[in-house]
């Protein structure tokens, strides 16, 4: 009930537990949750099947350790996330090799958001799937750049906080059909601006610069 209703996470379930006096392996916690689990296989591949056929969907990964038996040490696996505006799906892969992500992804034409990640390229290569991608790390990488460069990061920065400025008023008009043209009116300006600076910003810039790692 904890695990789906409140997304609370085994191991806090099971402290919970024996703080109320009922020790509880965790083996036995996770052979509760894996019944459930096959139970809600088919509302997934539902969704699953709904995301594929959709024109927009958004991808990322988190690592997280995983232990696996005979194994020293905790594995590094994955959890991906896909999702449009209606539903989501969370999948476990033990690596994020290109090949198990091009074979989920190959029935799927339409726009992908994602990170700027080499592993995604091979998606994009037949231009079935639209790259769209996510400013995020761009603008987490601007801000750490201005404890170095603290003028020419923040006009960077200028760059993609306007992008942003834009895309919420957008959402707060509720536009939809109308929305590549707001884009194109007022963020493809910025976005031809923001790569005029950076090719004029990159030379003098050192390699070790956090700025250029911002600018790249």
Same mark, same amino acid.
């Given at each position: 009930?904890?695990?789906?209703?409140?997304?609370?996470?085994?191991?806090?379930?099971?402290?919970?537990?024996?703080?109320? $006096?009922?020790?509880?392996?965790? $083996?036995?916690?996770?052979?509760? #949750?894996?019944?459930?689990?096959?139970?809600?296989?088919? #509302?997934?591949?539902?969704?699953?099947?709904?995301?594929?056929?959709?024109?927009?969907?958004?991808?990322?990964?988190?690592?997280?350790?995983?232990?696996?038996?005979?194994?020293?040490?905790? *594995?590094?696996?994955?959890?991906?996330?896909?999702?449009?505006?209606?539903?989501?799906?969370?999948?476990?892969?033990? &690596?994020?090799?290109?090949?198990?992500?091009? $074979?989920?992804?190959?029935?799927?034409?339409?726009?992908?958001? &994602?990170?700027?990640?080499?592993?995604?390229?091979?998606?994009?290569?037949?231009?079935? #799937?639209?790259?769209?991608?996510?400013?995020?790390?761009?603008?987490?990488?601007?801000?750490?750049?201005?404890?170095?460069?603290?003028?020419?990061?923040?006009?960077? *920065? *200028?760059?993609?906080?306007?992008?942003?400025? *834009?895309?919420?008023?957008?959402?707060?008009?509720?536009?939809?059909?109308?929305?590549?043209?707001?884009?194109?009116?007022? #963020?493809?300006?910025?976005?031809?601006?923001?790569?005029?600076?950076?090719?004029?910003?990159?030379?003098?810039?050192?390699?070790?610069?956090?700025?250029?790692?911002?600018?790249?």
């Amino acid at each position: 009930m904890t695990k789906f209703s409140l997304l609370t996470p085994l191991d806090r379930t099971r402290r919970d537990l024996k703080e109320r $006096g009922i020790p509880m392996a965790m $083996g036995t916690l996770v052979s509760f #949750i894996e019944p459930a689990a096959d139970l809600l296989a088919p #509302i997934d591949a539902l969704h699953w099947k709904q995301l594929l056929a959709s024109a927009w969907m958004a991808t990322d990964s988190t690592g997280l350790k995983v232990l696996v038996p005979g194994l020293p040490a905790a *594995h590094d696996g994955y959890l991906e996330l896909y999702r449009n505006l209606s539903c989501a799906v969370f999948q476990y892969e033990a &690596s994020k090799a290109s090949e198990h992500l091009a $074979g989920k992804l190959d029935a799927f034409c339409g726009t992908l958001t &994602s990170d700027a990640e080499h592993r995604l390229n091979v998606l994009h290569e037949s231009g079935r #799937i639209l790259e769209a991608g996510c400013n995020a790390h761009g603008v987490r990488k601007f801000e750490d750049a201005e404890a170095t460069q603290p003028t020419l990061a923040a006009e960077g *920065h *200028h760059f993609l906080s306007a992008m942003y400025l *834009h895309e919420a008023e957008a959402q707060k008009l509720g536009l939809v059909g109308d929305l590549v043209e707001h884009r194109r009116r007022l #963020i493809r300006p910025l976005s031809e601006q923001l790569k005029k600076w950076c090719a004029a910003v990159a030379p003098p810039l050192l390699p070790s610069e956090p700025l250029t790692t911002a600018v790249r």
